[in-house]
């Protein structure tokens, strides 16, 4: 499918007289383009034809990038089956490229390619499509992907994707002086837009069997996956150029035209690594079809692009647990926070969570286009503004991967219990778009901390150097109100370092399964799964404090050095949040936490959240967002609710 289901002028602009015979949707038809053969230079010359749906139709499906510039087109010849006559019309420059690529010499050729087989004009026929889109690339043949034209010695790069799978595991290809051009020219074909796109989720998802095409080269996706694992060791084994340790340490030969190439600085490899993660993360997807909710596509998949937002929900409806249901209401012509709201409507009903709502991250200052603090946007992702659910999610996609325990656990299962086993009390206002939810106030922000000076760059192998500021040691040592006066300094430190983990050991890297060959890509998350998902749901473990007080008592400042556990727990618990002080206990919030916030743990919500009171307004609150506060994460606010300490409330949030 093209890049994200386009405006009616953005895409494809075909003739007025183009002879559109319309679809009969409760007959499953769709139509397919017969792809004319020709040689290279040849104009395209394609016809359409009307078929009906299922899984006996012989076809293969297109899925392609537009590029950078979409009003770049290229005139095509197309034919109506029901209409001889032929008529020019206009594509994207990308789609014709991909055309070219995929067009046999001798032979007709029948794929399905989104901008042309659907009636770009009828915003009806638009929404029914989409709906059986996920069908439209599960009965596909295969599913043919165009990453677009030869750069940057592509063609090598496919050549080494193409290997025989038998030696890609036996040879030594990363530290083989003859593949070095293929290596880097590797480098920039992870780095390519298709990767980035919010429907490639769905396309790779379902596919039957995937081909590469770049230029006139071809290779299979799961050749591609063999090699990222190579390259993604090689790349996260080199130290920084600032001086940052290695992301691990082993006795591997690293590829000598990587290290001399002069381009191969930091913030290229990182671009590297974001790469590789969006591939490991999508065959992840593969492998959690209607395995993983909504929720928790929607977070993994929180990199991805999409240039029209409804899509960013749209384009999960076929693969997330229980949202197959959700398809009815697509719709191009209703507003994007209604779609949004229809997914946090759909999410909670599915599993009576509230968790969704953790990744809506409100500030004053940044209204997500829209001003209701508690809708999460789901487009544009998550990371690239620090609006990352993090003490609220479960096992994501990349944990899903750890095929033989799929069965056996929930997915979406988060790693605390705040509100223990009680399923969400919600009311939605659909009118005002504001919700009603029961819960309790907990404790109340007294301090609010700088957040630390320099945050790690997401997916950055090596990470920066970390500060974070003494104000915190001290605070959560000294502070008159914190925790209780009497408790003894050695408890004090103890939850200090567990708030700055978060009490959980859940950060275990690849790295970490010793894998000596990865001929098989499944098997490397199956090989010690059981122990990862038992450690995920475990407290930090005691041996930690040693190291807190190693790296955290002398200055406070720490390289993220992935050989420690505990610094990368710690550096991926602390971006982007303050170390809040408050009336009975320590933690870390959202960094637009502020004095006088409500800690409050809602019915149905894994963590406790913070509310803000709206001025002038009485019992109306913003959601600011999810925080871990120490002792409040496994269910002692329900607890007390039980024993008359704490009270049962409703909060009206906006």
């Keep these: 499918m093209s890049e994200d289901f386009p405006a009616v002028d953005d895409e494809t602009q075909l003739s007025p007289k183009f002879p559109y015979q319309p679809l009969d949707p409760s007959r499953q038809e769709i139509r397919l383009l017969e792809l004319r053969p020709g040689e290279e230079s040849s104009p395209i010359q394609a016809s359409l034809i009307k078929a009906r749906l299922s899984e006996d139709l012989l076809y293969e499906a297109l899925s392609y990038a537009w590029g950078e510039d979409p009003s770049m087109t290229v005139p095509i010849s197309l034919i109506s089956n029901t209409h001889p006559q032929q008529c020019t019309i206009q594509v994207t420059t990308s789609l014709a490229i991909a055309l070219k690529q995929l067009r046999y010499t001798d032979s007709v050729r029948v794929i399905w390619a989104d901008a042309i087989c659907i009636n770009q004009s009828d915003i009806s026929e638009r929404n029914q499509q989409v709906r059986i889109m996920d069908e439209i690339y599960r009965f596909a043949t295969r599913v043919c992907v165009s990453l677009g034209e030869e750069a940057h010695s592509s063609n090598e790069a496919m050549s080494l994707i193409a290997l025989p799978i038998e030696d890609i595991i036996s040879s030594k290809l ?44 071809t290779a299979p996706w799961d050749h591609l996956l063999l090699q990222i694992r190579a390259l993604h060791w090689d790349v996260s084994s080199r130290p920084s150029s600032k001086g940052r340790p290695a992301h691990h340490a082993d006795d591997r030969t690293q590829c000598e035209a990587l290290t001399k190439w002069e381009i191969f600085d930091d913030d290229f ?37 999409c240039s029209y937002p409804r899509d960013a929900v749209y384009s999960m409806l076929g693969i997330a647990k229980g949202a197959k249901s959700m398809s009815w209401c697509i719709d191009y012509e209703k507003e994007t926070i209604e779609v949004f709201i229809d997914a946090v409507e759909n999410i909670v009903e599915a599993t009576g969570s509230l968790d969704i709502l953790c990744h809506s991250r409100w500030t004053e200052n940044h209204d997500h286009g ?97 500060h974070i500021p003494k104000q915190w040691r001290e605070a959560a040592m000294y502070s008159a109100n914190t925790i209780d006066n009497k408790v003894h300094h050695g408890k004090r430190f103890d939850a ?31 090989l010690e799964g059981g122990r990862y998902i038992k450690q995920a749901l475990s407290p930090a473990p005691q041996e930690w404090a040693s190291e807190a007080e190693a790296w955290i008592e002398p200055d ?54 913070i509310l803000r009171p709206v001025k002038g307004s009485s019992g109306l609150y913003n959601f600011v967002g999810e925080a871990y506060v120490h002792g409040m994460m496994d269910g002692q606010a329900i607890e007390k609710l039980e024993n008359g300490e704490f009270k049962m409330e409703r909060f009206l949030i906006t």
């Design 174 to 217: 990363i530290s083989n002086p003859s593949w070095g051009l293929a290596w880097r020219a590797l480098t920039f074909l992870v780095q390519r837009r298709w990767f980035q796109r919010c429907w490639v989720v769905q396309e790779v998802a379902l596919a039957k069997e995937i081909i590469l095409y770049c230029g006139s080269a």
């Design 269 to 305: 490899k990182c671009k590297t690594t974001s790469g590789v993660s969006r591939i490991w993360r999508l065959n992840g997807a593969k492998l959690s079809v209607g395995k993983l909710g909504m929720k928790g596509f929607l977070n993994n998949c929180s990199y991805s692009d």
């Design 370 to 466: 829209h001003r209701h603090s508690w809708v999460p946007r789901f487009a544009g992702g998550f990371e690239r503004c620090g609006c990352v659910g993090f003490f609220a999610n479960g096992f994501t996609i990349s944990y899903a991967q750890i095929k033989d325990t799929m069965e056996n656990i929930e997915l979406d299962r988060s790693l605390y219990s705040a509100s223990g086993s009680h399923k969400a009390n919600i009311h939605f206002d659909r009118s005002n778009r504001q919700i009603s939810v029961a819960g309790t106030v907990v404790d109340k922000v007294t301090k609010a901390l700088d957040p630390l000076v320099q945050s790690p760059v997401r997916h950055m192998p090596q990470g920066y150097t970390m």
């Design 496 to 526: 200090f370092w567990r708030t700055l983990v978060a009490d959980r050991n859940n950060y275990i890297s690849a790295h970490e399964l010793h894998v000596s060959s990865f001929s098989d890509f499944e098997e490397i998350f199956s």
């Design 556 to 609: 406070m400042t720490f390289f993220v050095d992935s050989r420690s556990a505990f610094l990368r727990k710690l550096s991926s618990s602390i971006p982007n949040r303050r170390f809040i002080i408050t009336e009975k206990s320590m933690g870390l919030a959202p960094e637009e936490s502020r004095v006088g916030d409500l800690v409050c743990v809602l019915l149905g919500c894994s963590v406790p959240v």
